[in-house]
């Protein structure tokens, strides 16, 4: 019997058909080069329980060539009646006019300033416009000076002089933190800059902005913390005496300082040369009568080793002087001249360093920025920037060179950030290679995720504080692209260094405390301006503030990575102290509990009462603060007072506008509509069972603390920032802020 011929009909013909990739992928399909189904949401972001997106500014569409040629010949008119503008003010042509022939589209044109938008690029976002009205469209012209349109003819004046850009956003954008230049005095009588990106600087902005607002002024000006003023050393530093000499520790003591300092130190920064040094300290403790004059600059660098030593392993201090100042003091009056130091290269930058940070260590920050400038440029004229080829040194000398090259990279970049200057050093330039550390991948790996790390602050400094306070095109994409290059680290530091916060069967590591610490500061760093610009719009008008929080998912994500960046620092520091592993002298866990503290304070304003639920956290921040005062730790001290005079005077603000009527219907709404909502893409995935995020109008527990963030969920929240967000934004922060 006959076979029956093959069905070739269409259907059967389309079953055997390979599905080709959607070419309208969503952004995460694209990045994972993974087959879209092209829905919203597409099935590989449903079945994975992810926001999906589409990045529409980036979609090919087809169109005619007449459709293009419209569109210059409306460019053409634009510039041409700009020129006209400039040369006769009675001839000009008003906007109306201008743009009569605007693009129609689907439902109808689009008039006023959506009208300029669209006749040079079509709005396929789907997303509904910002409301606006034709008559009062606030506009920053000529600098931060705000004017109010109420005819065509001014809209038409302040549009063409934006005609190289697509939107009032793009290049006018400004952080409110690196705008102007500010200075403060303190009670002795100097003048202090306020840096961009400083720690301290972002806190007594907020002082002085909310004392503007509060009915009374800071109570003190004694409690505030100004540079070099927290600690005294001796009065004798500049003089080289024997009398002033500290006695030298037995040999057993010093090595066991010695050793306390490769610990707390030596994992993340070179400080001194493990066999060079231990070999002349044999030496030095092996004479009858020990001779100063014949070490060198080596008893110099073991002055300042017994200073960082003394000051590990002191539990309690008392009075102003920083522990170890005995050693500290005596090692800068003997420390010779520049022209000295040039000799003896290595161990020079190595005594630059300790010296950097140990003046960092006791807020003498100007001091410690000054120091470790002396040894990149010292560093830098002997060439250990470059790759240098073993063959023209001892393999034992290049890895010492590339040691203290990253260290003094690393110090003068973090330095440089929390000084909230300019980097003095181009990253391109930076090309020498990684040490070894004999094998010892574990500290390699974590050797160079700080050098990582490093280099995003390098990043966020350069981008989102710009230099001139001008971002070179818009705050919140610059935003994005810096929280894109933190993703990237995000799972491999999770899984190189992890944190093992509720296991109380293991210890936590210092070392991956240290990193994780570092990287919370970089998403806050990133997006701290944005929480900055909340607070001062919180300040003119809560109503406001709720009104814009409520309109853009973008700043809700941006404001909940701040947020819960902070309150992870928090969970670390917290654990640090509970297993009596607090770095108490070194500044680096105390700089990232003061940033996360501000942040709080700053946000238990900026959101909604019902959202407000960060009181436990603050408590646990000042628990911290009380360990640190506890030892005499005066800079915590200082600190923690600037901390609650802040909270004070923001208290009686929002206490003042409490006792007010309250405000209308709509109002009440839009404030009840965010508290119930929650960001997506940014809880954390530990929290699926209904546990809510303080941003998100839940409660502060544990859990949500030891939740950490994943690639995932970064990158998700990332790709929300889209350019219709951002343009809707800028204008909101424009128009409020500045």
Known sequence: MPSNPPDKSPTSANQHRVVKRSSNACT????????????????????????????????????????????????????????????????????????????????????????????????????????????????????????????????????????????????????????????????????????????????????????????????????????????????????????????????????????????????????????????????????????????????????????????????????????????????????????????????????????????????????????????????????????????????????????????????????????????????????????????????????????????????IDRTVYAADGRLQRDFLLQTKTSLMGIAELTDKLQSQFPLSIDDSTSCISRLSAHLHLLYHQCIILATRPLLFCFYKIRLDSSAGCSELLASSETARNMLSMCLESSLQIITIITALDEQDLLETFLPFDLEALHTSATNIIVASVVLPEPANGFASGLQKAFAAFDRFSTIGNLIAQAEQAELWQLQQLAQQIVEAEAARPPPAGPAETIITGYSCETPSGLVPTRIDHGLRTPISGGDFTDEFLNAGFSTAQIMDMVNSINRDQNDWISEEVIDRVF
Not at 156 to 164: G, L
Not at 324 to 336: E, N, R, V, W
Not at 419 to 443: I, K, Q, V
């Open 28 to 459: 995460r399909c694209r990045r994972q080069k993974v087959k879209c189904t092209g829905q919203r949401p597409c099935e590989a972001c449903t079945r994975r329980k992810l926001s999906c997106h589409f990045d529409d500014h980036d979609q090919k569409i087809l169109v005619t060539r007449g459709y293009l040629a419209s569109l210059e010949e409306k460019i053409a008119a634009l510039q041409g009646n700009s020129v006209q503008e400039t040369t006769s003010t009675s001839g000009r042509v008003s906007e109306d006019q201008s743009l009569d022939a605007a693009i129609p589209l689907e439902g109808g044109v689009v008039n006023g300033r959506e009208r300029f938008r669209n006749s040079i690029v079509p709005n396929n976002s789907g997303r509904p416009s910002p409301p606006e009205t034709d008559h009062q469209i606030s506009d920053q012209v000529n600098g931060n000076q705000l004017i109010q349109s109420h005819s065509a003819s001014e809209d038409e004046t302040q549009w063409t002089s934006m005609r190289d850009s697509t939107s009032l956003s793009v290049s006018s954008l400004t952080n409110p933190m690196s705008t102007d230049a500010v200075f403060v005095t303190s009670n002795s009588g100097r003048t202090f800059y306020l840096g961009t990106s400083s720690n301290w600087s972002f806190t007594r902005r907020l002082l002085n902005l909310t004392q503007q607002y509060a009915d009374c002024s800071l109570t003190s000006l004694n409690t505030l913390r100004f540079d070099a003023e927290t600690y005294a050393l001796s009065a004798e530093d500049g003089t080289s005496t024997a009398k002033n000499t500290p006695a030298v520790p037995t040999v057993d003591y010093a090595i066991h300082l010695v050793n306390m300092v490769k610990f707390h130190c030596g994992q993340v920064f070179h400080l001194f040369d493990q066999e060079e040094f231990m070999r002349k300290l044999c030496q030095f403790y092996g004479e009858p009568r020990p001779s100063v004059a014949r070490t060198g600059l080596w008893y110099i660098h073991f002055l300042l080793i017994l200073a960082f030593g003394k000051a590990l392993v002191t539990k309690t201090s008392r009075g102003r002087r920083p522990p170890g100042a005995d050693f500290f003091c005596a090692a800068m009056s003997l420390l010779p001249e520049p022209i000295t130091l040039w000799r003896e290269p290595e161990e020079a930058i190595e005594i630059l360093c300790c010296t950097s940070l140990y003046f960092q260590s006791i807020d003498h920050r100007s001091s410690a920025y000054n120091h470790i400038g002396q040894a990149l440029r010292l560093a830098l004229s002997q060439g250990m920037h470059t790759d240098t080829p073993p063959r023209h040194l001892d393999e034992s000398l290049v890895q010492r060179w590339r040691r203290i090259w990253w260290t003094v990279y690393v110090l003068d970049k973090e330095m440089t950030s929390l000084m909230g200057l300019p980097p003095a050093l181009s990253d391109e330039h930076a090309r020498s290679a990684l040490p070894t550390f004999d094998g010892d991948a574990f500290r390699t790996a974590a050797f160079l995720m700080r050098i990582k790390l490093s280099q995003f602050i390098v990043g």
